[in-house]
């Protein structure tokens, strides 16, 4: 028993100098104070994933600012799809007379009418499926979208797509003409070639014009229907400007 009780007193004495010399307190060297750059550089270090997001974050919002800013955007558009013609030599000409029929729409002081140029949606010489594939897709994209309301095609376009189900009957306002049928006005024959500079025998005798019918029900039918009216007024002029003195 009292061996016991010497060691129990022993290892007392023991487990208290060890917690002195524990908790002994040191003396604290002075903390060095880090300059400018050795912050940075900790920062960096420490948050460099969350540095490298939000500096691409900061990339992208500067680009797409700059790029909504400083892109010219259309008052209105027309989509151009046509098998054999030479007509997309004269897309300068084009945009500058349909523009001379556009609205100022988005209130920037200028008048710009934008010719949506799409891939031919089928094989011909020269191209490939793929490539007809991607035309195919551009064009059922565009019309399932509220723009562009107007479009210059041929008949092997409309009867690939069966458009004359999307366009207007153009017959019906312009009953007194008789280059119209249920896909549209045909260019051919009229003061196109004229207005654009280009020779009448460059213009293949199934190229028209026409307009797309509002969708219902869609989600964008409101927006489609605005456009539907701009597009209507500039394709009266076109037509007028077209059969003057025919």
Known sequence: EERLRRERIELMK??????EEEFTPKEKEPERKLTFKEKIV???YFYKWHVIVTAGVIALG???IYDYVTTVRGDSNM???IYDCKIENYAGEMEELFSSYTPD???DGKNYFEIVWMGIPFEYDGTTYEQAQAGAVQMMARFDSPE????IADKRVAEEYGLSESLIDLREKYPEYEN???CGFYLKGTNFSELIGMSEEEIPDDAFIGIRRVKQGQYYT???EENYKISEEILDKFIKDCMKDK
């Open 79 to 81: 989509m151009f799809t």
């Open 62 to 64: 500067s680009f797409l």
């Open 14 to 19: 023991a487990k208290q100098s060890g917690d």
């Open 222 to 224: 409101e927006e489609m």
């Open 148 to 151: 562009p309301m107007l479009i």
């Open 42 to 44: 900790n920062f960096i």
């Open 180 to 182: 119209i049928d249920e």
């Open 105 to 107: 729409v988005n209130g």
